[in-house]
């Protein structure tokens, strides 16, 4: 099943997925802005801003137009960063010849609505240019997919063909996609899990060991299974792949840019240093930002949200932070019943 795929956005996980398409047979093109980058990949056929030492296959080019990428393309896959969805989605739709079928694998809220971006690339792209929507989400780093490690991810789409499609598209022999039907869920545990993991992240650089990690991730689980339970969410979605899954793997890995971004705040470093110094989009911290607004909308609870809000935007101490949430007063652990 050989497939035209644009992938908008060649990043570090753009670049991964690309890699994973054209291995698997599939005719690749790659569009992004910076003209060098573009040259870079088609010249040298490698990205080594964001993934260094690989070699990208020699079948994937790369293009500055977006009508060139995208024309006569049977998917189009978003890997821009979230607060770009929008502005890309609109080119797409004002450029777009034909309907593929629309995949993204970007994680995040947008800033002020705090919709999830399978939303907005539905307000943008009209129906009669898209065919259906797809969330390609769950535990997964580009570093280690590109070199061919075992990883498992969710096809989330309401549309259960559209979401078997893409299961056909990426699966092989190290890379394995399941299906799921519950898009609120999987955008849901793929955004928050950006927060918990600059937490965790904090308390790896305050010095804290094993104890404290299983904290902050079980219990940072269950934040995202409120939140996400309250915008119409299934509650067992978050002990899946895009759920606990995505969250193991952000909250305990050096190549997480929103563990390493906490753990320079754990450490003393200022927020403006940590992203100057990143390189890279660090999702979790305007994830941050819409979620607490999104949680005050809704009446949810979110303490381990709310401490990180006030680390980022309100200038507290981070060791101070991590001694008053554990002097919360105490709670009952189960909150959903199986009734």
């Known amino acids: 099943m050989n497939q035209k795929i644009a992938v908008l956005g060649p990043g570090s996980w753009g670049t991964a997925l690309a890699q994973v398409l054209a291995e698997n047979g599939h005719d690749v093109r790659i569009w992004g802005n ?8 088609n010249t040298y056929h490698t990205n080594r801003h964001y993934l260094p030492d690989v070699k990208i296959p020699e079948s994937i080019t790369a293009h500055k137009e977006l009508t060139d990428a995208i024309a006569d393309c049977d998917a189009v896959l978003f890997v821009v960063p979230t607060k770009a969805i929008r502005v890309v989605a609109q080119e797409f739709a004002q450029k777009a010849k034909n309907t593929p079928v629309i ?34 989400s769950g535990p997964s780093h580009a570093e280690e997919v590109v070199k061919h490690d075992i990883t498992t991810i969710t ?11 893409v299961q056909d598209l990426f699966m092989n022999d190290y890379f394995r996609i399941y299906t799921n039907d519950d898009v609120i869920g999987v955008e849901t545990g793929a955004a928050l899990k950006n927060i918990i993991a600059i937490g965790a992240g904090a308390i790896a650089g305050l010095g ?34 895009s759920g606990v899954g995505d969250l193991i793997v952000t909250c305990t890995s050096v190549h997480s840019r929103n563990w390493r971004a906490g753990n ?3 450490k003393g470093h ?12 660090v999702e979790g911290v305007s994830t941050t930002k819409a979620a607490m607004e999104l949680a005050q909308q809704l009446n949810v ?8 809000y006030g680390v980022l935007y309100e200038g507290d101490d981070v060791k101070d932070a991590a001694k008053n949430i554990m002097l919360r007063d105490g709670k009952e652990e189960n909150e959903f019943s199986l009734e």
């Open 301 to 308: 609870e979110m303490p381990i949200t709310e401490t990180i």
């Open 155 to 165: 096809a989330a789409s309401t549309d259960d063909a559209a979401a078997k499609y």
């Open 208 to 241: 804290f060991g094993d104890d404290a990690k299983a904290a902050i991730m079980t219990r940072g689980l269950a934040e995202i299974s409120r939140l996400g339970v309250a915008m119409g969410a299934n509650p067992l979605t978050f002990i899946g792949l």
């Open 264 to 266: 320079l705040l754990g």
């Open 34 to 41: 910076l003209p060098a980058q573009i040259d870079e990949i």
């Open 270 to 281: 200022k927020l403006e240093e940590v992203l100057d110094n990143m390189g890279m989009i």
């Open 103 to 136: 995949i993204h694998a970007s994680k995040g809220l947008e800033q002020g609505s705090h919709k999830r971006i399978s939303e907005v690339l539905i307000e943008e792209i009209p129906a009669d240019k898209r065919k259906a929507v797809v969330v390609l």
